[in-house]
């Protein structure tokens, strides 16, 4: 099978799919076409995991036709946002090539423009209805997102939950002990995305928050923000590192004692609550309990999982982790992690492709 890749910008999710269907069937053929200006996302690895990568400048419709005169796929998997790639993919090639829409965020939840920058078409909310109701097969990250979907548009297609799962072969193949003393104060650990925007990813406030109640933090930002570099200054107890590649960072998380995956929610709740994040699934394959502030999909993970707490409030933070049992969870996510991985799953992303390609 010949499958292309089509995102405005390369994302780690579409990293993660690479890889895993590589490990699975070395015989699957892999492209990328982005409209981007850079490849900023994969974190300098990724590259050879397709056969050829196509820049579709200025016009994408233009470039998305002569990448499929020269690349032949079988089907085409278009990640949002924005959803104007897949609605072009479904205009060139209806009926001739199954085009997968892949939803990592619903335009119509968001209050803020989407973080990496892209402009929002003036005609965003027309392509999102357009692009889920004319799709071959529906992604989504989450059970909330795709119940999200269906209380506003009608898809008929084929449809898949699939979160974004760790890579396992980037993950620390031991663990620490789970009855290890936990540190005291407990040490957590944030790591991703960062604004100032206002937005889910302005965390400021709620770093604040953490270390005031006496707990540490280490921030390692998928980006440099001097802005919390500047904060880290002022504020005992937070730590901002350098960005660091994805093999060294996860080989860092499994001396923390928690990992942070609560956001801002004050513009952008209704999309939190459909989240289900990179870093939390990271944060498990490293042994780490997973802390969040009661986003919903983030929530049903923790607690049906035993996987970390969702906090109501981070008033008396010490006292609330002070009575969690770590080591229970602890011993939970060891047996669960490997299972929580893209490669323990991607037989199901394999099965909907087949379903739709024939």
Excluded at 19 to 48: C, M, N, V
Excluded at 70 to 78: G, K, Q
Excluded at 136 to 163: G, K, Q
Excluded at 300 to 310: A, E, I, K, N, T
């Amino acid at each position: 099978m010949r499958v292309l890749f089509l995102q405005q910008q390369p994302c780690v999710r579409a990293l993660k799919y690479a890889a895993a269907l590589r490990s699975a069937f070395p015989g699957i053929q892999l492209g990328f076409a982005y409209q981007g200006k850079t490849l900023s996302g994969w974190y300098g690895t990724g590259d050879e995991l397709f056969e050829r990568w196509w820049n579709l400048g200025s016009e994408p419709l233009k470039g998305l036709r002569q990448v499929g005169d020269e690349f032949r796929p079988d089907l085409i998997h278009s990640h949002n946002l924005p959803d104007s790639l897949t609605a072009i993919a479904l205009e060139l090639f209806a009926g001739r090539v199954p085009v997968v829409h892949d939803v990592h965020d619903l335009q119509s939840l968001r209050r803020t423009p989407y973080e990496h920058g892209f402009p929002e078409p003036v005609e965003a909310l027309a392509l999102e209805q357009l692009a889920i109701e004319g799709c071959s097969a529906l992604v989504t990250v989450s059970d909330e997102l795709l119940e999200e979907i269906h209380s506003r548009y009608h898809p008929t297609a084929p449809t898949l939950v699939f979160p974004n799962y760790a890579l396992r072969r980037d993950l620390p193949p031991v663990l620490p002990p789970a009855e290890r003393r936990n540190g005291h104060p407990p040490r957590l650990v944030y790591q991703g995305t960062l604004s100032t925007n206002g937005g889910h990813y302005d965390l400021r406030a709620i770093f604040r928050s953490i270390v005031s109640e006496g707990v540490s933090l280490d921030v390692y930002p998928s980006r440099a923000v001097p802005a919390y570099a500047e904060l880290a200054v002022k504020l005992d107890g937070l730590r901002v590192h350098r960005t660091l590649p994805p093999s060294r960072l996860l080989a860092a998380l499994p001396s923390y004692d928690f990992g942070w995956a609560g956001f801002n929610s004050r513009l952008n709740g209704a999309h939190l609550d459909t989240c289900l994040p990179n870093k939390a699934y990271e944060y498990v394959g490293c042994g780490l309990p997973v802390l969040t502030l009661g986003h919903r999909a983030l929530a049903r993970l923790v607690g049906d999982g035993h996987l970390g707490l969702s906090l109501a409030t981070l008033d008396d933070l010490l006292a609330q982790l002070g009575a969690a049992d770590v080591v229970a969870m602890r011993s939970r996510i060891a047996d669960a992690r490997l299972e929580l991985t893209a490669e323990a799953n991607i037989h199901r992303l394999a099965a909907l492709y087949l379903t739709v390609a024939g």
